[in-house]
């Protein structure tokens, strides 16, 4: 699929974004409980897709991110894997990598990562690196690939955080 149909794609959903029940680990989270949660959160997924399409008018993938820390954005990034030259440039690793450098490490442990997209197994080692606990997404593994036509056969972050033992809260806001 070419970058401007999926931009399209996500532009559309953007617009179209409804709240549905997801996991969190183990805990399956009733619709009710998710959708008074996602009041909390949809400024800020939205915000994310809003950099996803930035980054698509830049000619790079659609995807963006953004961390949240007592309700307040600290720090935004897009995937720049085209404009830097650089196919590590993913949206989720750019900012733990601006993370790392500027947030004091006990501000990212009580940060908020809000991603448009499911992260990817590589961006979900920068979060594990960067001990991010929460992470917010509108897009699952299996929706991008019905969009996309691309399944990702790498380990999604619930995994990778289980089999380290480490705590993961995620929310998907769309299956």
Request: glycine share 6%; charged share 20%; proline share 3%.
């Amino acid at each position: 699929m070419t970058k401007n149909v999926l931009l399209i794609v996500l532009s559309a959903f953007v617009l179209s974004l409804t709240v549905l029940p997801a996991g969190a680990g183990n805990n399956v989270l009733s619709y009710r409980e998710e959708a008074t949660n996602s009041t909390r959160h949809e400024p800020f997924i939205r915000q994310a897709f809003e950099l996803a399409i930035s980054a698509g008018k830049k000619g790079n993938h659609t995807f963006g991110a953004l961390l949240v820390y007592q309700n307040k954005v600290i720090l935004t990034s897009e995937n720049t894997i085209y404009t830097d030259n650089n196919v590590y440039s993913h949206a989720e690793s750019n900012l733990m990598a601006k993370a790392r450098r500027e947030i004091p490490p006990e501000v990212l442990r009580e940060s908020t990562m809000y991603a448009s997209t499911a992260p990817c197994m590589f961006c979900c080692a920068s979060i594990w690196y960067g001990d991010i606990q929460r992470v917010v997404y509108g897009v699952s593994y299996k929706t991008f690939a019905k969009i996309t036509g691309h399944e990702d056969k790498s380990i999604p972050c619930d995994k990778l955080y289980q089999e380290t033992g480490r705590a993961w809260d995620r929310k998907a806001l769309a299956k």
